[in-house]
């Protein structure tokens, strides 16, 4: 089966799905996110990505630049196939248009070498993740893993792309990641192994909740996991539903609610208290929050408001019981904002005393550990050299080098404790 | 009784007001719209304007610049004086700290001098407007004249001014102007004199009207309106209420809805499609419109987009019927925001053919004309020079030049159809 540009009538997510009898599923792979959608399909005998650009005349024309956009791609789609790799890749279109781009038959057949040995050096492994699980909290859940607020497979579009980088952050770091529903919280409660849980959206959507967050048995439950030391981070409008004179439900949570014109009245004089918070380490402000929610106000005066924009909240910390949370206004991707979440995720769970265990300091870059097969590899996201520490831990770091969208492999047993080394184009 | 911040409990548009034994009320006036919400109490003996700055030491303090405030103050609030003054103006706060100040004395006895003239020529007479009334549509209607979407009397606040400058433009525009609720309309329906009917504020509120917009009976009676040859313009979220498959509830009418999440897989395409329309005469795009609703889309092929912004409509026209209709996304108050109000007034009224009679071709100066006196005047709303044309009509019209904050009386006989002349300060 080839997904496409869309799924529906099938979902690839439904328990259904590996008992009707497809060999595999072959997709279009936009960016990590859609990566993750195919390759995260379970119970096929292999999953495929179709790489950009296809070979069609809107790239390959005279004068294009083809090579340019195999190389962006592929650094979009790698760091998530660290995390969970298709089996297979491809590309597609006319091959009489790309055989007339020899830079460009060169660049893939580099893209094909170094999706082999990474296939190889996984071996069917997974890569280093913290003990902890992050939760995407939604109507669907699992349903509509790697799906949610997605519009026309990876296509940027006004109203979704401050909710996308989430998904797009979540598909290359190394956490482990589950989509779970509110049905699933009423049956089950939140799992044993779930360290942060996600919301992300705008109010009235199935993503955000709509009137799940009038339900009190929900609020009940996520009240007293973030009590009780979990970590709640809403991005947008989470948890938005008004009742009981409140807008975000979890408002006492997160710290902050959305002015809708209700209160207008009070005086509201929120200013930056917190200058250096560690969700910010390796950040430069003002963080970019895309389509920013606006009109969002501190409702307590424990709330760490990190950043404001045009007035108002654009990123607040909070601290509620032994729990913890973090609230972003829009989070459109980049690799700045990518760390800005995992250092969320870290920080809600009281986790950031492992922050630097396999960590690299320098935000355009990232590392995957197999530990099981001795592999570590540093990637360089962006297109210019990078230089890096890469960190086993607080004590134990080496420099590396990379090049521009570059990679480098190691050995995870050249990391000593205490050894100081450098590998890399030095 | 003074009327302050705030008129909580008193209820000054209430039926039972003018029973209360009351001699009058003063009221501070901090701009047009407070002005008008102090004069238009009825049943008073009489009303009384406090104006800006008080003499306290916040602005009277060595170096500080009381008469630029001053000046300010009265220069807002006389357009609104112009259509229905209050009965007498004052100041208030510690005289030795005015006493220090002798150019601010000098400056109010220069206001108080210009207030007596203009109140005598005026001498309770009404000035020209045309013969269709504009009618401000809220949940509150007249209970709550010249009191939409304000905060604290008149000062800046984020979430309202881009709707306040609605309610400030029509303070001392040359329409005549009345606050109906949604309750008024179920019970009465539109009276026969209203021309165009306004709805502004954010979804959800008393000011938008909310589940009123749930309603069939006043969606039958507003559409049956327009089709008929009325007008109705919307600001921000107008008849937002999510029902039926639609938000703006007179999306058919004002040709834009607002993508709130649930089409967003419909391909949307808008562009400006109308580059001259005749509510901009005299403006410069981009309008400013301020806290601009976003994700506003087209419903249809006919809409007239008159400005995008960020990716989606800022400014549409449509018509309906024999009647038409306006969309903005914000609008908060400057001179040219008034004069795009006005000119969407009577477009909408298709009463276009009429904009000429008594009309300042400058959108930083109005005029008034007291038919019944036989005075007219034209005022300077900037503070720096201007020059205009003061039409009577289509046919006739001088030139008037004007010093800053100034203005200049004429006699409405001088004049005559054809005539060109002069006056000012030429």
Redesign the interface.
């Known amino acids: 089966m080839f997904l496409g540009d869309n799924w529906i009538g099938t979902e690839p997510y439904g328990d259904l799905f590996p008992s009707t009898g497809l060999d595999a599923v072959v997709g279009s792979v936009g960016n990590g996110a859609t990566l993750r959608m195919i390759s995260d399909i379970p119970g096929m005998k292999y999953t495929e990505g179709r790489f950009l650009p296809y070979f069609f005349p809107d790239v390959f024309y005279e004068g294009g630049n083809p090579t340019a956009e195999a190389i962006d791609n592929w650094v979009k789609a790698r760091r998530a196939i660290l995390r969970k790799p298709v089996d297979r890749i491809g590309y597609g279109g006319y091959l009489s248009l790309a055989a007339s781009f020899p830079d460009f038959i060169t660049c893939v057949e580099q893209i094909g070498e170094e999706f082999r040995t990474l296939y190889d050096r996984m071996n069917g492994t997974k890569a280093y993740t913290p003990k902890f699980k992050v939760a995407v909290l939604n109507s669907w859940g699992k349903l509509r893993s790697w799906q949610t607020t997605m ?2 497979h990876a296509l940027w ?4 792309y401050s909710y996308l980088g989430m998904l797009e952050s979540l598909s290359g770091l190394a956490v482990d990641v589950e989509f779970i529903s509110f049905d699933d919280v009423l049956e089950s409660g939140i799992p044993e192994d779930i360290g942060v849980i996600l919301n992300a ?2 109010a ?2 199935a993503w955000s909740g709509d009137d799940y967050w009038a339900n009190e048995a929900i609020i009940a439950c996520l009240k007293q996991f973030v009590y009780n030391g979990g970590g709640f981070i809403g991005i947008g409008e989470p948890s938005a539903f ?1 009742h009981q004179g409140r807008f975000f439900q979890m408002s006492d949570v997160l710290g902050v609610d959305k ?3 209700y209160t ?2 009070y005086t509201k004089y929120d200013q930056e208290n917190t200058s250096d918070h560690f969700i910010m380490g390796g950040q430069v402000k003002p963080i970019d929050c895309g ?1 920013k929610v ?2 969002i106000r501190s409702v307590s005066e424990q709330t760490q408001i990190i950043q404001m924009q ?3 909240i654009a990123v607040a910390a909070n601290s509620f019981g032994k729990g913890r949370s973090v609230y972003i206004a829009g989070l459109p991707y980049s690799p700045a904002n990518s760390r800005l979440l995992l250092r969320s995720i870290y920080w809600a769970a009281s986790a950031e005393n492992e922050m630097l265990t396999w960590y690299c300091d320098n935000v355009e870059t990232e590392c995957a550990v197999y530990l099981e097969t001795g592999w570590g590899v540093v990637i360089n996201n962006s297109l210019d050299p990078q230089r890096t520490k890469l960190y086993k831990n607080a004590e134990s770091y080496i420099e590396v080098e990379l090049k521009p969208g570059g990679h480098e492999w190691f050995r995870v047993d050249s990391l000593t404790n205490s050894s100081i080394n450098k590998f890399g184009c030095y």
């Open positions: 519009v026309a579009y006004k109203k979704i959206g705008d009235g959507t008004m002015e809708i014109g207008l009245s389509e606006e009109f045009r007035g108002d």
